[in-house]
């Protein structure tokens, strides 16, 4: 959980979180030798090819020695060989306009970056791909992978790199395997980055025809995140990036028992000020202990002073100009009925919305009049700034002992002028010529940054049950899990409830497994039974079942693509295991 903000703001509440904003460090680049024998003998390799992260290492490992998020970033331009993927990218906010992914939700299809993926795994587990790499590799493939994905995938592998051979698995497969060894019945529940899946497992084997897929996971949850705090803070626009929003999801948010009755509790002031978490963004606090000094806050208060005068003379001789020239347009109309053009002078009057001569004459007076005086202001303005420029210190407690009497109501006048122009304004004039007060007591820096994460907390993750919180026309998960049961008679419902399988990254929210069970609980007959079980290490869960299955089946010819399989078959083929997708021959229509 992320800590605290540190002491330099005091005690802070125990609610108030900070981002922690992690930079990952590049992978190292390991040498075959160290790999527990690796070059000795054929030891698999093991590639969890997820949407969101890309785990792999060797069949012998307790861990997967290389785990990072799956895309690359090339500026245009550059060389290969400047590609950057994973955690080589220290900062994805920064070049995330020129971030590639080898995946259409979370189906393989732009190899050219999965060949950087693969070039990078292989060089950093001391693997000299240039030649061929002569290691057996298990890889994970989406539920019901098109042929097309899967023929091209087995040809970057055998004919790039000339693997001697390679087995295909579903990681929710691999999962499953894992926590169920025994070819058992049940049904998987699995939600990841881009999509969720729900798939039925008959006597431990898929049953395709009835699988579904949700086209909702965690990255439609980030940009929702994203979408609602920057409505609500539009101030913080650049801060609130789709990486911080990763960590809010992974860290403060939680699946509702009930969601309707959960935002009625946020309603009440005790349990959101209880349960309000607030995230703090980074800022400068020096600011919060900043003061001024008698000079600074005199020559703060002159400035002020001078840009108000400068724009009251401005307008001042905007004004001037507008006067002028109406005055010499009145002074040519006078000179018409001087030259004896009666009929144009007349005509020249009702333009003006004048009656007579007289009347003329009288508003030509006074607008000479305005003019003369709008020039002694502006000559008194610039006199009165050049004072200003030779007295440098005058004594700060009084305003008018500052400036003369005539210039502060010269001032003053121009004041009124401005709140005329800008009545928005008139306010934050009269903060500007106050005495400058420091800054943590006019306004607190801290508070202004921070995120303040409420019914967020649970509105987010709930599209994985409501898609249509966010427009999707599309069931969720509880929906589709009611779907694929009613496909099956009842027995065998009984049968598939009696082991409901939750794993994949979203499984991680707090409050999931209890929200499965009362879903569950709500679409079964009354009195029936259900069992429902989260795999031991939902992220991880998938590389471990792949990789106990690389020992298991290492010298056994089922599940395995072999280079002959590959040129004899094609590229489609399939070998099916335990974990794997079904093998559908693909059929061509022979033309009548």
């Not at 001024?292 to 001037?320: F, G, V």
Request: charge should be negative.
């Amino acid at each position: 959980m992320a800590a605290a903000m540190s002491a330099d703001f005091g005690d802070a509440p125990p609610n108030v979180f900070q981002f922690r904003d992690p930079k990952p460090a590049p992978d190292p680049i390991l040498e075959l030798g160290e790999v527990h024998g690796a070059g000795a003998g054929q030891v698999p390799l093991v590639v969890d090819n997820g949407s969101f992260q890309c785990r792999a290492g060797w069949a012998l490992d307790h861990r997967p020695r290389l785990q990072f998020k799956n895309v690359s970033a090339r500026s245009r331009g550059a060389s290969r060989s400047d590609t950057q993927v994973g955690n080589d990218i220290r900062n994805l906010e920064v070049v995330r306009w020129l971030l590639k992914t080898q995946f259409d939700r979370n189906v393989v299809v732009n190899f050219d970056i999965q060949e950087q993926v693969f070039d990078h795994i292989f060089q950093h587990l001391g693997i000299a791909s240039e030649l061929c790499v002569e290691h057996p590799v298990v890889l994970t493939e989406a539920p019901c992978n098109p042929l097309y994905s899967r023929q091209l995938m087995s040809e970057l592998l055998f004919e790039c790199y000339h693997i001697p051979k390679v087995a295909y698995g579903i990681d929710n497969l691999y999962s499953y395997w894992r926590n169920n060894k025994s070819p058992s019945t049940g049904l998987i529940v699995s939600s990841g980055y881009h999509c969720s899946h729900i798939l039925p497992v008959l006597h431990g084997r898929l049953d395709a025809c009835n699988s579904k897929r949700i086209n909702l996971g965690g990255s439609q949850a980030a940009s929702y995140m994203q979408r609602l705090l920057q409505l609500k803070y539009p101030g913080h626009l650049p801060a609130i990036t789709l990486s911080r929003m990763e960590e809010i999801l992974h860290e403060h948010c939680y699946i509702a028992g009930d969601y309707i009755e959960e935002l009625d509790l946020w309603k009440r002031p005790d349990f959101y000020e209880k349960n309000n978490h607030r995230m703090q963004l980074p800022f400068n606090n020096k600011l919060l202990a900043s003061t001024l000094t008698a000079e600074e806050k005199l020559e703060r208060r002159q400035q002020q002073i001078r840009r108000l005068q400068e724009l009251n003379t401005r307008r001042r001789e905007e004004k001037l100009q507008l006067d002028q020239e109406r005055l010499e347009r009145l002074l040519s109309i006078q000179e018409l009925l001087e030259d004896g053009m009666t009929d144009r002078f007349k005509r020249a009057l009702l333009e003006m919305n004048m009656d007579s001569a007289e009347e003329l004459q009288s508003y030509i007076n006074k607008l000479s009049l305005v003019i003369e005086q709008t020039k002694h202001k502006i000559l008194q303005a610039e006199v009165n700034v050049e004072v200003d420029v030779v007295d440098t210190k005058p004594d700060v407690s009084d305003l008018d002992q500052v400036l003369s009497c005539d210039q502060t109501m010269d001032d003053l006048e121009g004041v009124n002028e401005l709140d005329q122009l800008f009545p928005e304004f008139q306010s934050d004039f009269g903060k500007q010529t106050a005495v400058a007060q420091p800054i943590g007591q006019m306004f607190n820096l801290a508070e202004y940054h921070q995120l303040h994460l409420g019914s967020e907390r649970i509105r987010v993750p709930e599209i994985l049950f409501q898609p249509s919180l966010i427009g999707e026309e599309q069931a969720g998960i509880a929906e589709t899990l009611q779907y694929v049961l009613d496909r099956y008679p009842k027995e065998q419902q009984d049968e598939l409830v009696q082991n409901v399988f939750l794993t994949g990254g979203n499984i991680l929210y707090p409050g999931m497994k209890t929200r499965m069970e009362r879903e569950l609980l709500a679409m079964r007959p009354f009195q029936s039974s259900f069992q429902v079980t989260m795999a031991s290490n939902p992220v991880l869960d998938c590389w471990f079942g792949a990789r106990d299955w690389a020992v298991e089946y290492k010298d056994r010819a089922e599940g395995w693509i072999t280079l002959a399989d590959y040129e004899e078959k094609g590229g489609e083929y399939l070998s099916e295991n335990a974990a794997s997708n079904v093998y559908v021959p693909m059929s061509l229509t022979k033309p009548t």
